[in-house]
């Protein structure tokens, strides 16, 4: 199952509908793009600016989070040309019917790279992104 960001964060940090995707990825080896290796630490960086969290939590949810990418049930998907060039490609496919953001668009090319199941994704446009190219969706 591919998770973008979003959906990957409410694994590491609790949020109000942390609990239902957990319970959706029980059991499930992850996928997702190497792009989230940043933006994974740049959300527990916010949490923690924010009061939300503690250094020491931030710290112990980075850990969980490598520690998933060792043990391999969570997956990167490398970013390299190929995923750049086609995640240029899917703004251009799904123009002028969604306006597909840069981060979204990388993620539905490492998705298509990697035919890894639904794609799990909250996000409104990205979801309308993925069903006008006829991705599955959780």
Request: net charge negative; hydrophobic share 45%.
């Amino acid at each position: 199952m591919y998770l973008d960001t979003c959906v990957l964060a409410k694994l590491f940090v609790l949020e109000p509908d942390s609990e239902t995707c957990i319970a959706r990825t029980v059991g499930s080896t992850l996928v997702s793009s190497e792009v989230a290796y940043a933006e994974i630490f740049s959300v527990l960086l916010r949490k923690e600016r924010e009061g939300e969290i503690s250094a020491v939590q931030r710290d112990a949810n980075w850990a969980k989070f490598e520690s998933r990418i060792k043990d391999e049930t969570l997956n990167l998907v490398p970013l390299d040309h190929a995923v750049v060039q086609k995640a240029k490609d899917l703004m251009l496919d799904v123009h002028p019917h969604t306006p597909l953001r840069t981060l979204d668009a990388i993620h539905l090319a490492s998705y298509l790279s990697a035919f890894t199941g639904p794609l799990f994704k909250t996000d409104r446009r990205m979801r309308a992104s993925a069903a006008f190219l006829e991705i599955p969706l959780v």
